[in-house]
C-alpha cells in the first residue's frame, strides 16, 4: 500500500488557541499551512479555560497599562519568567483581544460599551476581557471561525476552499521528523483508521497545550499527554523549567468521577471566600511577607475591597495561585478539610442567587448536575488539581523558535519560559495568542529563506516500525495499567509537596515504568483503537514524568509551582538558575542555565526594595544587564 | 460501594454490527462515560469512544442512551433505575466508523458553507462599542458546544440521507442567526440566504432540537422562528412585490 502524503510550508500540530492563531498568521503572510488536531476541530483544551483573557486594556480601571500587567506577571512567577516574553505578552496581549473582535468575538461589556475586565488572582487591576465562565470556548470559536473565513476567500481565489490551509482532524503525530540538521516534517496516523500518513513541511509549530494527564488529578483532558513536549525533545530542542507545575487551587472533590474538574477562579473573582471545616476564613493566615502590602489581613478590609479598591487591599483568595493551593493543601493536612478532603468555596452568602447564574453559568450547571449541589444556596466543596505546566520547549522570545533545531517552533503551554515558576490566571489565554501570532510569523519568516527540506526514505521507514511494534508483540504489557501506575507516581511522590527521597523513588519507578513500557502489547485492530493511541501516549507522559521528576530533584529551594519540604524557602540564587532538559536517545538529562537578567529599563519598573526580595545584593548593585 | 451495572453496548463499523451487554462497575456519582471508560479499560480495550473534557464543555460523547441523544459525561448512572439497563449506540444520523464513535464531518462541511462574519472596514481594533444586551442575543447562540445532538435529532436529517445536501441543520441555523443578530455584522441578507440555500423553509419546528440540547439554548423559539418571520416578512412584503412586478415589466 502506498503511504499517504501532504506536502506544506507550515504545519501546525495542535488546534487549540496557539495553534490556531499560528496558523491564521502563516496564511495570512502567503503561506500553504496544514492544521492537525488529535481529537475533532474546536475541541482542544483550550475550550475549558474558563475566567477570561489577561490584557491591559484599561477598561474598567484607566491606571492598568502594560507596564503593570508585566510586573504581576513577574511577580507570580517569582521573578523566574523569561523577562522578553513577559514583556512582550504584556505589551502584545491588547491588540490580540481587540484583533479577536475585528474577527466576530462577543466578549461581555462595560457600560461604556467597551470590553468588560474582571479581576483575578494576582492582577493588580480588573484586567481579564471575558465571556460569562466559557471564555476558552469564544477564543476557539472565533479562530475556527476566522479559520473557515480564511478558506472561504481561498476558495473565492483558487476555487477549492482547502487549497492553501486544510484542517486534519483525529490525527496523531509520533514523530517530528529531521533531515540535515533540519525540519522536514512530521509522521503519524490516523485516530479513526490507524493507517499513517506523512506530511513534508520546512517548519513545524508545536502547539500541543500540556501534560496534566501524567497526573492522577487533574483538570486536563485525555488529550493532555504531553505529546509536544516529548516530540520535541526527541527532535534535539531543550524543555526549560520542568520542575514547575500548576495546582489549581480549586477543582472539584466530590464525586470521585468528576475529581479535578476546574472550578474557576473567577468563582474567587467575584466575591468567593474560601473557609475550613471549622468555619474559619483561613487564607488571611497564609498571606506571604513578599505580597503582606498588597493583601488584606483582616475581613473588615478584605470585603471592603469590593467596593472601593483604590483604598483597600485585596482578599487573599486573590493570591496567586500556587500560595492557594498550598493554603488548601496545609488545611486539609492538618485535619480542617471538609469530608472528603477539601475546602468550602462559596459564593452563595456574597452574591444573589440571579448574579452568579449569570455571572458563573457554567459553574452552576457544572455542580448541579455533576454533584447536586446548587452554588446560589451551598458551598462548593473544592480542593488542589494539576492544571497547567509552566516549563516547556525553550524558545527565543521573539519567534518563538525551539532553541536549537532550525525550523522547529513552540507556542502556548507546551512553550517555557513565559510564566516562570507559577502563571497567573488570565495570562494563558493571551499567551497563546501573543506568541502563537509571533510562532507563525517565525515560521512563515524562516520557511521564505530556507525552502523545502524533503524527507528520506530511511527517515519514513524508521518513524513506520515505531508505529508497527505494539501490534507485533503478544502477552506484553497493559498500557492502560502502567498510565495508571505512573500517575499513581507523579501524584504521590512529585505533586504538590515534594522531598529528595521521594523525588528519587519517582525517577526510579518511572525508569522501571519505561522499561516495561516498550514491551506494551495492543490488543485488536488499527481501527479506531484507543489501546493503541494510549501506547503512544504513554511514550510522551514518561518522558515528561523523567524530565519533571529529574529537575525537580535539582532544584533545592521552593518557587511557584515547585514547593520541597525539606528546602522550604525560596532562594535568590535558585532564581538565576533555569533547568535545561535534553533527551540523549536513551534518559533525560537536566544542566542548570543562567537565566538573562532583566534590562535596566524593565529593571527600572520595579521599586528597589521589591526586588530585593528577589535578587541578590550583586544583582540589585548591577541594575540591570545594561 | 460499587454495584454491577448491566450495560448494552452497540460495537461493530459500517459493514456490521449488534449489541454486545457486559456488566460492569459502578460507583456513587458515576456517569456513563466513566463506565464507558471502565469497559475499555478492563474489559475490552478497542472499545471505540470519542471524549474530550469529561465536564459537558466540549461537546464530544455525543452518543444515543436508552435511545436519547445525550452526552455520556453528563449523564449520571444514578439518573436510571438500578436494575435498568443501560443500552449505549451511536449517532445515528451520522455513518458509524467504529461502535460508539461516528463520521461528523457533515457538520464541518456546512460550517464551511455558512459565509463568515464580515467586520465594518471603518472600525479600527478596539473602537467597537456595544451594549451588553445587544451582544446578549448571539452570545446565546455562541455557547453552542458544537455536540451535534440536534443536528442527530432532527428529522429532516435523522431519517432522510437525501435531504442533508440542502439542509445545514439548526446548529448553523443559530449559527447564522448569531450573526444575523451581531450587532456589528456587515453582510447583508443572511435570512434570505438561509432559507433559500441552507435549508431552513424545511424546518416544520417541532423543536426536537431544543430539547436534546445540553447548553439549553433555545434554537427553535430565539433562533429559527423569529428568522423565518422575517423571511415571511421579506417574501411577502407587498411593497416589494410590487417593485419586483415593476422592474419585471420594465425587463420585458
Same mark, same amino acid.
Not at chain 1, 495570562?427 to 512563515?444: C, E, I, P
Not at chain 1, 527540506?453 to 508497527?468: H, L, Q
Not at chain 2, 454490527?17 to 464507558?36: H, P, S
Not at chain 2, 439549553?216 to 411577502?236: F, G, L, S, W
Given at each position: 500500500m502506498t503511504l499517504e502524503r501532504h506536502k506544506y510550508d507550515v504545519l501546525v500540530i495542535g488546534a487549540g488557541g496557539a495553534g490556531l492563531r499560528a496558523a491564521v498568521e502563516a496564511r495570512e503572510a502567503g503561506l500553504s499551512v496544514a492544521i492537525i488536531c488529535k481529537s475533532l476541530f474546536g475541541k482542544a483544551h483550550t475550550v475549558m479555560a474558563e475566567g477570561g483573557a489577561a490584557a491591559s486594556m484599561g477598561n474598567v480601571n484607566d491606571n492598568d497599562n502594560?507596564?503593570?500587567?508585566?510586573?504581576?506577571? *513577574?511577580?507570580?512567577?517569582?521573578?523566574?519568567?523569561?523577562?522578553?516574553?513577559?514583556?512582550?505578552?504584556?505589551?502584545?496581549?491588547?491588540? /490580540?483581544?481587540?484583533?479577536?473582535?475585528?474577527?466576530?468575538?462577543?466578549?461581555?461589556?462595560?457600560?461604556?460599551?467597551?470590553?468588560?475586565?474582571?479581576?483575578?488572582?494576582?492582577?493588580?487591576?480588573?484586567?481579564?476581557?471575558?465571556?460569562?465562565?466559557?471564555?476558552?470556548?469564544?477564543?476557539?470559536?472565533? *479562530?475556527?471561525?476566522?479559520?473557515?473565513?480564511?478558506?472561504? &476567500?481561498?476558495?473565492?481565489?483558487?476555487? =477549492?476552499?482547502?487549497?492553501?490551509?486544510?484542517?486534519?482532524?483525529?490525527?496523531?503525530?509520533?514523530?517530528?521528523?529531521?533531515?540535515?540538521? $533540519?525540519?522536514?516534517?512530521?509522521?503519524?496516523?490516523?485516530?479513526?483508521?490507524?493507517?499513517?500518513?506523512?506530511?513534508?513541511?520546512?517548519?513545524?509549530? @508545536?502547539?500541543?497545550?500540556?501534560? #496534566?494527564?501524567?497526573?492522577?488529578?487533574?483538570?486536563?483532558?485525555?488529550?493532555?499527554?504531553? =505529546?509536544? %513536549?516529548?516530540?520535541?525533545?526527541?527532535?534535539? +530542542? !531543550?524543555?526549560?523549567? *520542568?520542575?514547575?507545575?500548576?495546582?489549581?487551587?480549586? #477543582?472539584?472533590?466530590?464525586?470521585?468521577?468528576?475529581?479535578?474538574?476546574?472550578?474557576?477562579?473567577?468563582?474567587?473573582?467575584?466575591?468567593? @471566600?474560601?473557609?475550613?471545616?471549622?468555619?474559619? /476564613?483561613?487564607?488571611? $493566615?497564609?498571606?506571604?511577607?513578599?505580597?503582606?502590602?498588597?493583601?488584606?489581613?483582616?475581613?473588615?478590609? &478584605?470585603?471592603?475591597?469590593?467596593?472601593?479598591?483604590?483604598?483597600?487591599? /485585596?482578599?487573599?483568595?486573590?493570591?496567586?495561585?500556587?500560595?492557594?493551593a498550598r493554603a488548601i493543601n496545609s488545611e486539609v493536612k492538618a485535619g480542617r478539610g471538609t469530608e472528603h478532603g477539601g475546602v468550602y468555596l462559596d459564593v452563595s452568602k456574597r452574591i444573589p442567587a440571579e448574579v452568579i447564574k449569570k455571572r458563573l453559568p457554567s459553574m452552576w450547571h457544572q455542580f448541579y448536575e455533576l454533584a447536586g449541589v446548587d452554588i446560589t444556596k451551598e458551598a462548593m466543596e473544592v480542593g488542589p488539581t494539576c492544571h497547567y505546566v509552566m516549563g516547556g520547549v525553550e524558545v527565543e522570545p521573539d519567534t518563538a523558535a525551539a532553541v536549537g533545531v532550525p525550523g522547529l517552533y513552540a507556542a502556548g503551554e507546551v512553550a517555557g519560559g513565559m510564566h516562570g515558576s507559577n502563571r497567573l490566571g488570565g495570562n494563558s489565554l493571551t499567551d497563546l495568542l501573543v506568541f502563537g501570532r509571533r510562532a507563525g510569523a517565525g515560521a512563515a519568516d524562516y520557511v521564505k529563506s530556507a525552502g523545502a527540506n524533503p524527507v528520506s526514505d530511511a527517515t519514513i521507514k524508521a518513524a513506520a516500525?515505531?508505529?508497527? &511494534?505494539?501490534?507485533?508483540?503478544?502477552?506484553?504489557?497493559?498500557?492502560?495499567?502502567? %498510565?495508571?501506575?505512573?500517575?499513581?507516581?507523579?501524584? !504521590?511522590?512529585?505533586?504538590? @509537596?515534594?522531598? /529528595?527521597?521521594?523525588?528519587?523513588?519517582?525517577?526510579?519507578?518511572?525508569?522501571?515504568?519505561?522499561?516495561?513500557?516498550?514491551?506494551?502489547?495492543?490488543?485488536?485492530?488499527?481501527?479506531?483503537?484507543? #489501546?493503541? %493511541?494510549?501506547?503512544? =501516549?504513554?511514550?510522551? *507522559?514518561?518522558?515528561?514524568?523523567?524530565?519533571?521528576?529529574?529537575?525537580?530533584l535539582l532544584r533545592e529551594e521552593s518557587r511557584g509551582g515547585h514547593t520541597r519540604d525539606d528546602f522550604p524557602g525560596m532562594n535568590n540564587q535558585w532564581r538565576q538558575v533555569n533547568h535545561i532538559a535534553s533527551f540523549d536517545g536513551n534518559q533525560v538529562n537536566i544542566k542548570a542555565q543562567p537565566l538573562p537578567m532583566l534590562p535596566k529599563e524593565l529593571f527600572d519598573l520595579f521599586d528597589v526594595h521589591e526586588l530585593e526580595k528577589y535578587m541578590t545584593p550583586e544583582e540589585i548593585a548591577k541594575g540591570g544587564s545594561n | 460501594m460499587a454495584r454491577k451495572l448491566n450495560l448494552r453496548i452497540w460495537r461493530g463499523d459500517a459493514t456490521d454490527g449488534g449489541l454486545k451487554d457486559v456488566q460492569v462497575d459502578v460507583n456513587e456519582g458515576e456517569v456513563v462515560l466513566d463506565v464507558i471508560h471502565r469497559v475499555q479499560a478492563t474489559q475490552m480495550g478497542d472499545l471505540a469512544v470519542r471524549w474530550n473534557c469529561k465536564a459537558g464543555k466540549c461537546g464530544s460523547c455525543s452518543m444515543?442512551?436508552?435511545?436519547?441523544?445525550?452526552?455520556?459525561?453528563?449523564?449520571?448512572?444514578?439518573?436510571?433505575?438500578?436494575?435498568?439497563?443501560?443500552?449505549?449506540?451511536?449517532?445515528?444520523?451520522?455513518?458509524?466508523?467504529? =461502535?460508539?464513535?461516528?463520521?461528523?464531518?457533515? !457538520?464541518?462541511?456546512?460550517?464551511?458553507? @455558512?459565509?463568515?462574519?464580515? %467586520?465594518?472596514?471603518?472600525?479600527?481594533?478596539?473602537? +467597537?462599542?456595544m451594549e451588553q444586551v445587544d451582544v446578549e442575543r448571539s452570545q446565546e447562540f455562541r455557547k453552542c458546544i458544537e455536540c451535534f445532538l440536534c443536528q442527530n435529532t432532527c428529522h429532516v436529517i435523522r431519517d432522510h440521507e437525501e435531504n442533508k445536501k440542502s439542509f445545514a441543520g439548526p446548529r448553523f441555523f443559530i449559527r447564522i442567526a448569531e450573526l444575523d443578530m451581531h450587532p456589528l455584522d456587515k453582510l447583508k441578507n443572511r435570512k434570505r440566504t438561509a432559507q433559500e440555500e441552507h435549508g431552513l423553509g424545511m424546518c416544520n419546528i417541532t423543536k426536537c432540537c431544543t430539547e436534546v440540547c445540553p447548553e439549553h439554548i433555545k434554537i427553535t423559539d430565539n433562533a429559527i422562528i423569529p428568522m423565518k418571520e422575517r423571511v415571511v416578512d421579506i417574501k411577502y412584503d407587498p411593497a416589494r412585490m410590487f417593485a419586483g412586478l415593476l422592474k419585471r415589466e420594465k425587463r420585458n
Amino acid at each position: 500500500m502506498t503511504l499517504e502524503r501532504h506536502k506544506y510550508d507550515v504545519l501546525v500540530i495542535g488546534a487549540g488557541g496557539a495553534g490556531l492563531r499560528a496558523a491564521v498568521e502563516a496564511r495570512e503572510a502567503g503561506l500553504s499551512v496544514a492544521i492537525i488536531c488529535k481529537s475533532l476541530f474546536g475541541k482542544a483544551h483550550t475550550v475549558m479555560a474558563e475566567g477570561g483573557a489577561a490584557a491591559s486594556m484599561g477598561n474598567v480601571n484607566d491606571n492598568d497599562n502594560w507596564m503593570v500587567h508585566f510586573r504581576d506577571t *513577574m511577580r507570580g512567577g517569582k521573578f523566574l519568567n523569561h523577562y522578553r516574553m513577559a514583556e512582550l505578552h504584556a505589551k502584545e496581549a491588547p491588540d /490580540r483581544i481587540w484583533e479577536l473582535e475585528t474577527w466576530g468575538a462577543l466578549f461581555d461589556r462595560t457600560k461604556e460599551g467597551k470590553i468588560s475586565q474582571r479581576n483575578f488572582g494576582g492582577h493588580e487591576y480588573p484586567r481579564l476581557a471575558h465571556v460569562g465562565d466559557r471564555t476558552g470556548l469564544e477564543l476557539i470559536r472565533t *479562530m475556527q471561525q476566522k479559520i473557515v473565513a480564511l478558506q472561504q &476567500a481561498d476558495g473565492r481565489e483558487f476555487g =477549492d476552499m482547502e487549497a492553501k490551509m486544510k484542517v486534519y482532524a483525529e490525527c496523531t503525530i509520533t514523530e517530528i521528523l529531521k533531515e540535515n540538521g $533540519k525540519i522536514a516534517g512530521a509522521y503519524g496516523y490516523w485516530r479513526e483508521t490507524g493507517e499513517e500518513v506523512l506530511f513534508e513541511a520546512p517548519a513545524v509549530v @508545536i502547539a500541543t497545550g500540556g501534560v #496534566g494527564k501524567t497526573f492522577k488529578i487533574t483538570s486536563n483532558s485525555w488529550e493532555g499527554t504531553g =505529546d509536544g %513536549h516529548a516530540l520535541a525533545l526527541k527532535a534535539g +530542542a !531543550n524543555l526549560v523549567d *520542568m520542575e514547575f507545575l500548576q495546582f489549581h487551587p480549586t #477543582g472539584m472533590v466530590w464525586p470521585p468521577s468528576v475529581r479535578g474538574i476546574l472550578v474557576t477562579e473567577s468563582v474567587r473573582g467575584e466575591g468567593g @471566600i474560601l473557609t475550613n471545616s471549622l468555619g474559619e /476564613r483561613f487564607m488571611f $493566615k497564609y498571606i506571604p511577607d513578599v505580597f503582606k502590602d498588597k493583601y488584606a489581613d483582616n475581613e473588615a478590609e &478584605a470585603d471592603r475591597w469590593y467596593e472601593d479598591q483604590d483604598n483597600n487591599r /485585596r482578599p487573599p483568595e486573590l493570591l496567586p495561585r500556587d500560595e492557594v493551593a498550598r493554603a488548601i493543601n496545609s488545611e486539609v493536612k492538618a485535619g480542617r478539610g471538609t469530608e472528603h478532603g477539601g475546602v468550602y468555596l462559596d459564593v452563595s452568602k456574597r452574591i444573589p442567587a440571579e448574579v452568579i447564574k449569570k455571572r458563573l453559568p457554567s459553574m452552576w450547571h457544572q455542580f448541579y448536575e455533576l454533584a447536586g449541589v446548587d452554588i446560589t444556596k451551598e458551598a462548593m466543596e473544592v480542593g488542589p488539581t494539576c492544571h497547567y505546566v509552566m516549563g516547556g520547549v525553550e524558545v527565543e522570545p521573539d519567534t518563538a523558535a525551539a532553541v536549537g533545531v532550525p525550523g522547529l517552533y513552540a507556542a502556548g503551554e507546551v512553550a517555557g519560559g513565559m510564566h516562570g515558576s507559577n502563571r497567573l490566571g488570565g495570562n494563558s489565554l493571551t499567551d497563546l495568542l501573543v506568541f502563537g501570532r509571533r510562532a507563525g510569523a517565525g515560521a512563515a519568516d524562516y520557511v521564505k529563506s530556507a525552502g523545502a527540506n524533503p524527507v528520506s526514505d530511511a527517515t519514513i521507514k524508521a518513524a513506520a516500525d515505531r508505529i508497527e &511494534a505494539p501490534f507485533s508483540r503478544e502477552g506484553g504489557e497493559n498500557s492502560y495499567s502502567l %498510565h495508571a501506575e505512573l500517575q499513581e507516581v507523579t501524584h !504521590n511522590l512529585v505533586g504538590i @509537596i515534594r522531598t /529528595r527521597t521521594e523525588i528519587e523513588e519517582a525517577i526510579a519507578k518511572i525508569t522501571d515504568i519505561r522499561a516495561r513500557s516498550k514491551n506494551v502489547a495492543v490488543a485488536g485492530g488499527r481501527k479506531f483503537n484507543p #489501546g493503541f %493511541h494510549l501506547a503512544f =501516549d504513554l511514550d510522551n *507522559m514518561l518522558l515528561v514524568a523523567e524530565s519533571t521528576a529529574k529537575s525537580a530533584l535539582l532544584r533545592e529551594e521552593s518557587r511557584g509551582g515547585h514547593t520541597r519540604d525539606d528546602f522550604p524557602g525560596m532562594n535568590n540564587q535558585w532564581r538565576q538558575v533555569n533547568h535545561i532538559a535534553s533527551f540523549d536517545g536513551n534518559q533525560v538529562n537536566i544542566k542548570a542555565q543562567p537565566l538573562p537578567m532583566l534590562p535596566k529599563e524593565l529593571f527600572d519598573l520595579f521599586d528597589v526594595h521589591e526586588l530585593e526580595k528577589y535578587m541578590t545584593p550583586e544583582e540589585i548593585a548591577k541594575g540591570g544587564s545594561n | 460501594m460499587a454495584r454491577k451495572l448491566n450495560l448494552r453496548i452497540w460495537r461493530g463499523d459500517a459493514t456490521d454490527g449488534g449489541l454486545k451487554d457486559v456488566q460492569v462497575d459502578v460507583n456513587e456519582g458515576e456517569v456513563v462515560l466513566d463506565v464507558i471508560h471502565r469497559v475499555q479499560a478492563t474489559q475490552m480495550g478497542d472499545l471505540a469512544v470519542r471524549w474530550n473534557c469529561k465536564a459537558g464543555k466540549c461537546g464530544s460523547c455525543s452518543m444515543e442512551i436508552n435511545g436519547k441523544p445525550r452526552l455520556a459525561c453528563m449523564t449520571q448512572v444514578a439518573s436510571f433505575d438500578e436494575d435498568e439497563t443501560i443500552t449505549v449506540t451511536p449517532l445515528r444520523a451520522f455513518p458509524v466508523i467504529k =461502535d460508539l464513535v461516528t463520521d461528523v464531518s457533515f !457538520n464541518y462541511k456546512k460550517a464551511m458553507e @455558512i459565509p463568515a462574519y464580515e %467586520h465594518p472596514k471603518e472600525l479600527a481594533p478596539g473602537e +467597537a462599542r456595544m451594549e451588553q444586551v445587544d451582544v446578549e442575543r448571539s452570545q446565546e447562540f455562541r455557547k453552542c458546544i458544537e455536540c451535534f445532538l440536534c443536528q442527530n435529532t432532527c428529522h429532516v436529517i435523522r431519517d432522510h440521507e437525501e435531504n442533508k445536501k440542502s439542509f445545514a441543520g439548526p446548529r448553523f441555523f443559530i449559527r447564522i442567526a448569531e450573526l444575523d443578530m451581531h450587532p456589528l455584522d456587515k453582510l447583508k441578507n443572511r435570512k434570505r440566504t438561509a432559507q433559500e440555500e441552507h435549508g431552513l423553509g424545511m424546518c416544520n419546528i417541532t423543536k426536537c432540537c431544543t430539547e436534546v440540547c445540553p447548553e439549553h439554548i433555545k434554537i427553535t423559539d430565539n433562533a429559527i422562528i423569529p428568522m423565518k418571520e422575517r423571511v415571511v416578512d421579506i417574501k411577502y412584503d407587498p411593497a416589494r412585490m410590487f417593485a419586483g412586478l415593476l422592474k419585471r415589466e420594465k425587463r420585458n
